[in-house]
């Protein structure tokens, strides 16, 4: 199931190696979008859990922005934000 793949991946977030490197996931969320964009012709409803965990992670990450100290690590949070940004455009497009 398309949708279970997706949710799958997002959790991987939340995984102790992934969640405080904003590189890793913004890479994760440019791969979920890119499967989006792929399940698309199946017309995939995008699931509550999913977006929900998207919608939390982008809090996350705009709170570390917010208290970020050094200029990458700001650059790495607007990038992990964009990511986001365009993977939750990707799912709602259904």
Same mark, same amino acid.
Request: glycine share 2%; proline share 1%.
């Given at each position: ?11 991987? =977030? ?36 999913? *977006? ?11 709170? &570390?922005?917010?208290?970020? *100290? ?5 650059? &790495?949070? =607007?990038? =992990? ?14």
């Amino acid at each position: 199931n398309d949708q279970l793949i997706l949710a799958a991946i997002i959790r991987h =977030l939340d995984h102790k190696n992934v969640a405080h490197d904003p590189r890793v996931k913004s890479s994760i969320i440019q791969i979920v979008t890119a499967l989006a964009q792929q399940f698309r012709s199946r017309a995939l409803v995008a699931e509550a859990g999913v *977006v929900s965990d998207l919608c939390r992670h982008l809090r996350k990450s705009l709170q &570390a922005t917010d208290e970020s *100290v050094g200029l990458e690590e700001s650059n &790495a949070n =607007l990038s =992990l934000q964009s990511s986001i940004e365009d993977c939750l455009l990707e799912i709602s497009k259904r």
